[in-house]
């Protein structure tokens, strides 16, 4: 008889837990992400017959722009470790032509506006090295570039950058590349010297 009660109420007591425990709402889990190893900066320089040159990650490769043949100074910084791959076109400056070229980026940056949060731009001015443009860097989670850049010599030169990844764009999985690739796209601006310049 004694048996049989303690059985019971243990029964009670056990039911009455789950029934507590089950009581109260759910807590979702926060959505996790897959950790990515990053490798240590280490620069190389492209220096070709090109109008420019500039210093780029060893794990980076440079290849000519298939969908451009009759553009021979545009080239694809590829990151296949991250799926990334930087786009650098190069126009030359004359008979007025800068001005459109300058729209065009700006034309290129405000197609972002709708999956923007926000986009910030800051001045590149280096008057030693003829060096003057803008970096935008586009916050939003389904931004398609999170960073476009435009450089100059405002007389004979004008290269513009656009970062893109060819995956579903979600940048809050890709922050840890977007902050490290901003590093490498940053000492490639840094970096960067016309040609013509480096022969004086």
């Known amino acids: 008889m004694i048996s049989h009660l303690m059985r019971s109420s243990s029964l009670f007591f056990i039911i009455l837990i789950l029934f507590v425990s089950c009581s109260n709402d759910p807590v979702p889990k926060p959505r996790g992400y897959i950790r990515i190893a990053l490798p240590e900066h280490h620069y190389q320089t492209f220096d070709s017959s090109f ?16 969908y451009s043949p009759g553009e021979p100074y545009w080239i694809n910084v590829s990151f296949p470790e991250f799926k990334g791959k930087l786009h650098l076109s190069y126009k030359e400056v004359k008979d007025g032509n800068l001005v ?37 860097e586009i916050h939003g989670g389904n931004a398609a570039s999170p960073f476009q850049f435009f450089i100059t010599d405002s007389s004979r030169h004008f290269v513009r950058g656009a970062l893109y990844f060819n995956v ?15 590093k490498d796209i940053n000492h490639l601006i840094n970096s960067f010297q016309w040609t013509e310049n480096l022969k004086q």
Do not use: C, W
Request: glycine fraction near 2%; hydrophobic fraction near 35%; avoid cysteine.
């Open 168 to 182: 579903r764009p979600n940048n809050d999985s890709l922050r840890p590349v977007i902050d490290f690739l901003k």
């Open 100 to 136: 459109d070229y300058l729209e065009d980026s700006r034309r290129f940056v405000l197609k972002h506006i709708p999956k923007a949060n926000s986009i910030e731009d800051s001045l590149i001015i280096d008057r030693q090295r003829r060096m003057f443009g803008l970096f935008y």
């Open 51 to 66: 109008p420019y040159q500039f210093e780029f990650p060893e794990y980076a490769i440079i290849t000519n722009d298939p």
